[in-house]
């Protein structure tokens, strides 16, 4: 280069120093160009309320935008409507690193609380100072709803649906959510009319379509049910209530040979599915194989202690296959569940024409521990704690219940159910 023009070597730095800030100036706009295309995405998703889908590019996202504290915002908020609470909690306060708190943070971490059925008065508060044209007022109606289904205010859920309706008319979760508490309540034909609404507007949700499926087989309608199934595991194959809903309609059909592979499917990915060696079972009956029944039947009760239907189902086997002593001594174990389940419907019914009375959980909660709901039970008993008082015997039972379990819990449920006011 020594022989080389000064001139000349002067271009070549310069030409240099332009390739490289035109390459780094399409590399940025690239960078850009995803992000939009990111966050789009995100925005797509959400008008779909396709909330899995939406998180999956929130976090792709904040991977190239660490510092964007709108997405960390968006990603918290999604998060918590996923029912993910703890990583909600962990983006929310990554979000207020970023700007400090303010209201929009604020009003999430009420709702974070409101959503998982500790209401307090925070209930109250929410729905006295959101109006209807605040910006964020179908997200908390949304919470509502489902801190009220968390804590089986039923009638509380509806009205909370009545409400987001009236400000989104066109969303389908508020009527997909109202048909399933009036399916709870026993009114079938408003519920079908609710998912009917919720499926126009949304006519490809898997959950809109399931719920339609299951009503309808309910309602002992197997052939137009069986669409629904289909169209859901169209969309995915691996689907298990849709799986199960159109095995049950084979069999309500007279098709056991064809539910039995369905059915086999189910049961080789998950062992423990109950329902699915229930109806393994009664398929199985259906074809004069009470031997394979009986193995399958007792499967399922052993599951599913609280499934009169299944247990009925053995009464039955054991005495197609002689058994008679045996299916004898279950009849009382069957007639109590009957008698227990029967009580629980009441309950729920009183719960939600009264939700504030403490007794009518805790019955409920004692009711599902007795009959096998361990999970269900628990939930009923910690909504009783929700309630203003000291409920001495509501932690007695989680005590019991927990040091069964060898729950560090126990100890503390211990600790308040004797400790006097």
Avoid at 47 to 53: I, K, N, P, S, Y
Avoid at 215 to 230: S, V
Avoid at 277 to 298: S, V
């Amino acid at each position: 280069m020594s022989g080389t023009p000064r001139w000349w070597r002067w271009y070549f730095v310069v030409g240099i120093l332009l390739v490289g800030t035109v390459v780094s100036a399409a590399y940025v706009g690239w960078q850009r160009k995803q992000t939009r295309s990111l966050w789009q995405k995100v925005e797509a998703a959400l008008e779909q309320h396709d909330l899995d889908t939406a998180a999956r590019y929130l976090d792709a996202y904040l991977g190239q935008n660490p510092t964007e504290a709108e997405a960390w915002f968006l990603a918290a908020r999604t998060a918590r409507r996923l029912g993910q609470y703890a990583r909600a909690e962990e983006l929310l306060t990554r979000c207020q690193q970023l700007t400090g708190v303010t209201d929009s943070t604020r009003l999430e971490w009420q709702l974070l609380r409101v959503q998982q059925g500790d209401l307090g008065d925070v209930h109250l508060q929410l729905r006295a100072s959101i109006p209807p044209d605040h910006p964020d007022v179908a997200i908390v109606l949304e919470a509502l709803a489902r801190g009220y289904l968390a804590s089986d205010r039923l009638r509380d859920v509806v009205k909370a649906c009545e409400l987001w309706i009236s400000v989104q008319p066109n969303h389908p979760w508020p009527y997909l959510w109202r048909g399933s508490i009036y399916e709870r309540l026993g009114n079938f034909h408003e519920s079908l009319a609710q998912y009917r609404r919720a499926q126009q507007l949304a006519p490809n949700d898997p959950a809109i379509r399931l719920a339609v499926g299951l009503l309808l087989l309910r309602g002992r309608q197997p052939a137009a049910a069986i669409e629904y199934f289909q169209a859901v595991l169209e969309q995915n194959p691996e689907d298990k209530e849709a799986l199960l809903g159109l095995a049950q309609c084979r069999l309500e059909q007279g098709q056991p040979k064809e539910a039995i592979p369905l059915l086999d499917q189910l049961l080789r990915r998950d062992p423990s599915f109950a329902r699915a060696w229930f109806h393994r079972g009664k398929a199985a009956f259906d074809l004069g194989d009470a031997g394979d029944g009986e193995r399958c039947l007792r499967r399922a009760v052993q599951l599913a202690p609280d499934d009169a239907e299944a247990w009925h189902q053995l009464t039955l086997t054991l005495r197609a296959l002689g058994k008679e002593a045996e299916a004898e001594q279950l009849l009382p174990r069957l007639q109590a569940l009957r008698k227990d389940l029967e009580r629980l419907n009441v309950l729920i019914r009183a719960v939600a024409r009264t939700p504030e009375d403490p007794n009518l959980r805790h019955e409920a909660g004692v009711l599902c521990l007795k009959i096998g709901r361990s999970d269900e039970g628990v939930r009923w008993l910690l909504g009783v704690l929700r309630l203003p008082g000291e409920h001495r015997e509501t932690h007695a039972v989680l005590a019991e219940h927990f040091q069964k379990l060898s729950d560090p819990r126990a100890e503390e449920h211990r600790r308040r159910a004797t400790t006097k006011p």
